[in-house]
């Protein structure tokens, strides 16, 4: 939050033409609906989603024409963070995974870099966006479509664990709005995604890995 209104306040003594904030789809919490519509609720209820949602409004409220992109989970080359790494570097060592009961909304870096040209120009719209392909997929998919890359033969089922109590159950955005604004909508599916991405790995590896994830404890 300190850091953003730094930005904020060096961008309005400059007279900086337009500030593009990225936002946390954690800011809706644990939405009443999906796909959540850019208009619901901002309802944040951890300290991450918390400290996102008053920096989005302080840039919202500064003097600076902004827009704001909330944002689904962007994927792509190179990623380090999150399920899907996780599965690839795990499975290749024979390592065990489980998967959290979830489910999330994906999409491709080059679809998010194309809105992000977009939302550059002089006369792109401000306000908020959501950024993501409106459709969700459980992490159980995410594994599967890992398993499945690698030629694994699994010995047994994997895991499949409740959300923890700082995680939600499901997010999946409604793009509806930016599609309309801006003549965009994500172009890349999910199978696409995820060969794009896993071939990569193949080619390059997992170089480090990042997770806010903890493993289960053992069954008492």
């Given amino acids: 939050m300190l ?3 730094h930005v904020v306040k060096a961008a309005e003594e400059h007279g900086v033409k337009k500030l593009l904030n990225f936002q946390t789809a954690l800011c809706y919490g644990r939405a009443v609906r999906t796909p959540i519509p850019v208009d619901a609720a901002t309802m944040p209820f951890t300290s991450y989603g918390i400290s996102k949602t008053a920096g989005e409004q302080y840039v919202l409220n500064s003097s600076v024409p902004s827009l704001s992109f909330r944002l689904a989970n962007v994927t792509g080359p190179r990623l380090s963070i999150g399920p ?19 489910v999330r909304d994906f999409i491709d870096a080059e679809d998010f870099l194309k809105l992000t040209e977009l939302a550059l120009k002089d006369s792109a719209p401000t306000g908020v966006f959501n950024v993501s392909t ?3 997929h459980s992490i159980k998919e995410v594994f599967d479509a890992v398993v499945n890359h690698l030629g694994v033969k699994l010995q047994e089922d994997v895991p499949i664990v409740p959300a923890g109590d700082d995680d939600v159950p499901v997010v999946v955005l409604d793009p509806s709005r930016t599609e309309d604004a ?8 999910f199978s696409e995604m995820m060969t794009r991405m896993l071939t ?17 404890s053992p069954a008492s």
């Fill in 84 to 102: 899907i790494p996780t599965f690839y570097q795990r499975l290749k060592a024979g390592k065990g995974c489980f998967c959290s009961d979830t």
């Fill in 134 to 136: 409106g459709t969700g």
């Fill in 182 to 189: 801006f003549g965009w909508r994500a172009e890349i599916d």
């Fill in 200 to 216: 990569w790995y193949d080619q390059h590896g997992v170089n480090a890995l990042y997770s806010h994830l903890a493993a289960p």
């Fill in 3 to 5: 850091g953003t209104i």
